[in-house]
């Protein structure tokens, strides 16, 4: 399989803006169900924002809704993340994840996703 590749990662301000992006080495499609993840020190890797690409249905974490938003490119095979007035706990490392089948139950597990990129790093200041 093709290994993912995050990228836009930085430091901004918190109130600032961010956007993240997610496509395959080999500009292989999109996988059916892709998603954000994230992991900073001392927590466990928490699900972010997930997507079904073939019908475009979100779905976020709980404390996210509202600031962060998934996005797909109809045409190119790559996912963004909008990150929106972001905040110093939004600190760590953002992985893309991919996976064929799924289900909007376990959209933001961890388990359901067999390909993982290397992150990138995100850094929100005061």
């Known amino acids: 399989q093709a290994q993912l590749v995050e990228s836009g990662g930085g430091s901004v301000q918190a109130g600032g803006s961010l956007r993240l992006s997610c496509t395959t080495s080999d500009y292989s499609p999109k996988r059916n169900w892709m998603a954000w993840f994230r992991q900073s020190p001392r927590k466990e890797r928490e699900g972010v924002a997930a997507i079904y690409t073939g019908a475009g249905l979100t779905y976020y974490g709980d404390s996210l809704k509202g600031r962060f938003t998934i996005s797909q490119d109809n045409d190119e095979p790559i996912i963004y993340l909008q990150m929106d007035s972001p905040k110093p706990e939004d600190t760590g490392m953002y992985y893309c994840?991919?996976?064929?089948?799924?289900?909007?139950?376990?959209?933001?597990?961890?388990?359901?996703?067999?390909?993982w990129g290397q992150g990138t790093q995100v850094i929100i200041s005061t």
């Open positions: 994840a991919a996976a064929d089948s799924g289900s909007t139950r376990y959209a933001l597990d961890r388990r359901s996703y067999d390909s």
